[in-house]
């Protein structure tokens, strides 16, 4: 398709124009201020927070699932994988689907999804069946992640769209602020809260969006779906997280070698695959780029490390410190704070003097955050032992995501921007899910460990380590191959689907650390037509 041309939009949600499925794309007309234009936004930051909130404050509650439920410390990283590996898998089928059968359709299905998937995580009598339900959250995310803000950018009038991004954006950013709290008040209640409250939400969203939302789908959207590369990289990541899971209670056992060869395969047949497809998840020309291709290990790198430390923090300081899930949910509570206030900045100074120094000085300045966090023992104070770490190690992050996104976006044709933001949010989260399989193992945390604190605290220090190895991986990387300046906005101007409206970049970055921001065009916008070479 050509990326430039706008979303159609129905006038009522209860009887769609027929335009959405063959005839000329129209303007879409929401604007901000008005009452329509409110209901959206409140519905998309709501369905968002929703998935996003869900991937982060579980973290909290390990320790008590893990005793409630007697579960050895792999069925405590099941818990976080299976949700991840159902969603980085899945989330470029979803922003797919989202174009071809409807925006709207697509997020209510997975908000339903989600609200079921949440109920039987809330209800589950034993680790194996909330294991299999956060698979099924997963699910729910991937389908209505890549719709909130695809929903918006389709939705509102072109000289109000950037407004309602850096709403949705801004609004998302105190939600995850937000977050910590109310995880760690709930776990204190009952870990099983953490999960059914995220059915009265569902409800909420369905009520608005079924009545407020307008339904929009892309009228070029590819005629055929890649279900082959969207199997492989399921049965790809899942094979290589239960062996490296594995591996932590029997790394020499005969079924951890073949799930590991299983998954290897399959990766290897998914890059075939994508190579051959005439409308591949993953098109291989986003590759060729150099600085695409850099951008995207420095996101694999910087996120496999993110992914370990928001999983073992949370633990040490609750097994190992002493603290409460609610201290400990919000001790990284000013990692978020400062990203609010200076992702827009960081993002700026990256259009000034271009994203090498910012994507090498910030992967330092985290690793030496984590060295700091490193130090946490039995009875750290939080102001002398957890705060100095949590402060260095967010101005890295703040200094990072902003230019890192940025770069993915600019170092992609115009017509590309929205599948490729998807695959870096994809890379991101496929780089947590394997390195909290591993990690962890080699750091020799495993069995009941995170029931000693005089074990587990012994494996959080190396597997910091570890993390900070991986950040300073990734500085290198971004110094050696990070080269050409970002010579664009991060979202281009009318031509790449935003009307006559060029969107800032300071605005169109959200502070995440559980993923990159999606591409407000979706997952799939920039999707080629099958004829494309």
């Known amino acids: 398709m050509h990326a430039g041309r706008p979303a159609v939009v129905a006038e009522e949600p209860a009887a769609p124009d027929p335009a959405l499925l063959s005839g000329p794309a129209q303007t879409a007309g929401l604007r901000m201020g008005t009452p329509r234009g409110r ?42 994988n299976a949700y991840t590996l159902t969603l980085a898998s899945l989330i470029l089928l979803g922003g797919s689907l989202s174009d071809r059968l409807g925006r709207r359709r697509v997020f209510l299905v997975g908000v339903v999804w989600f609200a079921a998937a949440s109920l039987l995580c809330g209800l589950a009598p034993n680790i194996e069946t909330l294991v299999v339900a956060r698979a099924l959250q997963g699910v729910g995310g991937a389908l209505l992640t890549p719709g909130s803000l695809a929903i918006i950018s389709a939705s509102f009038a072109g000289e109000d769209r950037a407004a309602a991004v850096g709403a949705w954006s801004g609004l998302g950013g105190v939600a995850g602020a937000i977050g910590p709290f109310l995880g760690g008040w709930l776990v204190e209640w009952s870990w099983r ?65 073949l799930w590991g060869a299983v998954g290897v395969v399959a990766l290897v047949a998914f890059t075939v695959v994508q190579r051959r497809s005439r409308h591949p998840l993953v098109p291989p020309v986003l590759f060729r780029n150099a600085q695409f291709s850099a951008a995207n290990a420095v996101t694999l790198l910087v996120y496999a490390a993110l992914g370990v430390v928001f999983v073992l923090l949370v633990l040490q300081l609750q097994v190992v410190s002493g603290y409460s899930p609610l201290l400990a949910g919000t001790a990284l509570l000013p990692v978020t704070a400062l ?94 899910l394997l390195a909290v399989a591993v990690v962890p193992v080699a750091a020799g945390i495993g069995g009941d460990d995170y029931t000693d604190p005089d074990a587990f605290g012994s494996g959080f220090r190396t597997a910091m380590l570890i993390c900070a190895g991986l950040l300073l991986a990734g500085a290198v990387v971004a110094a050696a191959a990070v080269r050409r300046p970002l010579d664009r906005a991060a979202v281009p101007a009318g031509d790449a689907g935003w009307g006559e409206a060029r969107l800032p970049l300071e605005e169109c970055l959200h502070c995440g650390v559980d993923g990159p921001q999606l591409h ?14």
């Open 520 to 533: 407000p065009r979706g997952t799939t916008a920039g999707r080629p037509r099958d004829d494309t070479p």
């Open 39 to 80: 209901w959206v936004l409140f519905t998309t930051v709501l369905g968002s927070s929703l998935a996003m909130l869900d991937a982060t404050v579980v973290n909290v509650a390990l320790e008590r699932i893990g005793a409630d439920l007697g579960a050895g410390f792999s069925g405590l990283q099941w818990t976080v």
């Open 339 to 432: 990203m609010l206030l200076f992702s827009a900045r960081a993002g700026a100074l990256a259009q000034r003097i271009g994203p090498r120094l910012p994507m090498t000085v910030g992967p330092l300045l985290a690793a030496a955050g984590l060295l700091l966090l490193s130090r946490t023992g039995p009875g750290a104070s939080y102001v002398a032992d957890v705060l100095p770490g949590a402060l260095v190690f967010g101005a890295g992050l703040t200094l990072l995501v902003a230019p890192l996104t940025a770069t993915v976006l600019a170092s992609a044709e115009d017509r590309f921007a929205g599948v490729a933001s998807g695959v870096n949010n994809a890379v991101a989260r496929a780089a947590g």
């Open 193 to 257: 809260a953490v999960f059914l409250v995220n059915l009265p939400v569902a409800v909420l969203i369905l009520a608005v969006a079924a009545r407020h939302v307008p339904e929009t789908r892309d009228p070029d959207a590819a005629p055929g779906l890649d279900w082959t590369g969207t199997v492989l990289v399921v049965a790809g990541l899942g094979g290589l997280t239960y062996a490296l899971t594995a591996a932590g209670e029997d790394g020499r056992s005969i079924q951890v070698v």
